[in-house]
């Protein structure tokens, strides 16, 4: 059975920081491109940042270029998120996503909210 568990969201003010993880399960995690999702209420879903299965190529959202930084380590099953400066617009609920092909994955999410 494939799970993603996040973890590391809560409370924080504005321009603190936070680390988000992503444990994979059941699935040969190196095989997948990972990314991070968020969804804040009465919005989208939205892509944040994503990376290759090596952890070499990365990418992200202008929103969050600067101050988030994706990277995994797949002898662990892991892939995190380091958010630092938070703005109260980075409030939202963080998903992991797996995708190897035709096989999508996805986490149950873990909320973040930043406020003073």
Do not use: H
């Amino acid at each position: 059975q494939v799970q993603l568990v996040e973890s590391g969201g809560g409370l924080v003010q504005p321009g603190g920081s936070l680390r988000l993880s992503c444990a994979a399960s059941g699935l040969s995690f190196s095989n997948y491109f990972a990314s991070w999702y968020r969804q804040a209420p009465g919005k989208e879903r939205e892509f944040v940042a994503g990376t290759s299965w090596s952890g070499a190529n990365t990418n992200y959202a202008d929103s969050v270029k600067g101050r988030f930084t994706i990277s995994r380590d797949n002898a662990k099953n892991m892939v995190y998120l380091q958010m630092n400066n938070l703005k109260p617009e980075d409030t939202a609920v963080y998903y992991c996503k797996a995708v190897s092909s035709d096989l999508i994955y996805w986490g149950q999410g873990t909320q973040v909210t930043v406020s003073s």
